[in-house]
């Protein structure tokens, strides 16, 4: 077994159905799935998941966005999983991404820019907690 991190599609890539295309770039990476759901964040559990961020001042168009429409959060594990899913999605900005990233592939702005990656391994375990239960993530139940 490997590291976890979570990987959520944002509302942008889902509306515009890149859901599939992510997704096999994620695959493509020697990522494997172990949890996966699409769901519809409320302002008040888009503030949640995004508190830490909550003195800045993108905070309330970070809320807006990730709770105007479906978003898909996954489970992904794999050895340095979070540093290596980081380099896979690229700059949070998709102009300053690397060639061959999901952000540079898919994202049209720094705030709509498709997919979120946990930034350690710390706050993987908080984010996959915040979107899975244990049931949900049990080796012999998914």
Same mark, same amino acid.
């Given at each position: 077994?490997?590291?976890r $991190?979570?990987?959520?599609?944002?509302?942008?890539?889902?509306?515009?159905?890149?859901?599939?295309?992510?997704?096999?770039?994620?695959?493509?990476?020697?990522?494997?799935?172990?949890?996966?759901?699409?769901?519809r964040?409320?302002?008040?559990?888009?503030?949640?998941?995004y508190?830490?961020?909550k003195?800045r001042?993108?905070f309330?168009?970070?809320?807006?966005?990730?709770?105007?429409?479906?978003?898909?959060?996954?489970?992904?594990?794999?050895?340095?999983?979070?540093?290596?899913?980081?380099?896979?999605?690229?700059? $949070?900005?998709?102009?300053?991404?690397?060639?061959? $990233?999901?952000?540079?592939?898919?994202?049209?702005?720094?705030s709509?820019?498709v997919?979120?990656?946990?930034?350690?391994?710390?706050?993987?375990?908080?984010?996959?907690?915040?979107?899975?239960?244990?049931?949900?993530?049990?080796?012999?139940?998914?």
């Amino acid at each position: 077994m490997g590291n976890r $991190t979570l990987a959520i599609i944002k509302p942008d890539a889902v509306k515009k159905n890149l859901i599939g295309q992510i997704i096999k770039k994620i695959n493509e990476a020697g990522f494997n799935i172990k949890a996966m759901k699409m769901v519809r964040l409320n302002k008040d559990s888009a503030g949640g998941f995004y508190e830490v961020h909550k003195e800045r001042p993108f905070f309330n168009n970070l809320v807006e966005f990730m709770s105007s429409g479906p978003c898909v959060p996954i489970v992904l594990e794999k050895d340095n999983a979070v540093a290596d899913f980081r380099t896979l999605i690229g700059a $949070t900005d998709p102009a300053q991404a690397d060639n061959g $990233t999901i952000r540079k592939l898919f994202a049209e702005s720094k705030s709509e820019n498709v997919i979120h990656g946990s930034d350690s391994d710390e706050n993987a375990a908080l984010e996959i907690s915040h979107f899975f239960s244990r049931k949900e993530l049990l080796e012999n139940y998914i």
